[in-house]
C-alpha cells in the first residue's frame, strides 16, 4: 500500500493499517523518512502565512521561509523524545512493544494528519490567525491524538514489534 493510500485508510482503520506498516518490517531510515515526509509538508504548510506575513508587513519572503524551516529542525530531537514517552506510557499499561514501533506509530500519526496540517496553513495563510484558526487547530490536534493513540496500540500489543 502506498502512503497516500494509507493516508486515506488510516482514517477508517488505524490499527489495521498501523499493524500493516510494522508487518513489513520497517528499518529506522523508513521512520525517519515518514518523520522526514510530515516536515517537508507542514513546511510547504507555512508558506501561505509567510506570503501573507511578507505582504503586509513588506518584508522579503525567503528569510521567513528559513526561518519556519530552522524551527521545523528542532521538532525532530523533540519528535523521538514524544515516542519514547510514548512508548514508556504504553509500558505503563502493559505495552508489549518496541522503541521503533513507537517511533512508526508517532511518526505514522504525524504522516496521517498532514492534509489537515496544509488545511491549517492554508485557512491561515488566506484568513489570518483567529478564531477560525485556533478551532481548525483543535480539531488537528484531536485528530492527530486519535490516531497516534490508534497507531500506538497496534504497535505495542505485539510483543516484540520492531525493537
Known amino acids: 500500500m ?5 493516508i486515506v485508510a488510516s482514517w477508517r482503520r488505524p490499527r489495521t493499517v498501523m499493524r500493516g ?4 518490517g520497517h528499518t529506522e531510515a523508513f521512520a525517519f523518512s515518514l518523520l522526514v515526509t510530515f516536515l517537508v509538508l507542514a513546511f510547504v504548510a507555512q508558506w501561505p ?3 501573507r506575513q511578507a505582504h503586509l508587513e513588506d518584508v522579503p519572503l525567503p528569510p521567513l521561509l528559513l526561518g519556519r524551516a530552522l524551527g521545523l529542525l528542532v521538532f525532530i530531537p523533540l519528535a523521538y ?12 499499561f502493559g505495552g508489549q512493544g518496541g522503541w521503533l514501533g513507537a517511533r512508526l506509530a508517532l511518526f505514522w500519526a504525524l504522516v496521517a494528519t498532514s492534509p489537515l496540517v496544509l488545511l491549517v496553513g492554508l485557512t491561515v495563510g488566506m484568513l489570518g490567525d483567529g478564531v477560525q484558526a485556533a478551532a481548525l487547530g483543535l480539531v488537528v490536534f484531536a485528530a492527530f491524538l486519535f490516531q497516534w493513540i490508534n497507531a500506538l496500540i497496534a504497535a ?4 516484540g514489534a520492531t525493537e
Open 156 to 159: 505495542e500489543s505485539r510483543p
Open 21 to 24: 506498516v510494522l508487518a513489513r
Open 81 to 92: 523524545a514524544l515516542a519514547a514517552l510514548g512508548h514508556l506510557a504504553a509500558r505503563v
Open 2 to 6: 502506498s502512503v497516500t493510500q494509507g
Open 49 to 51: 502565512q509567510a506570503a
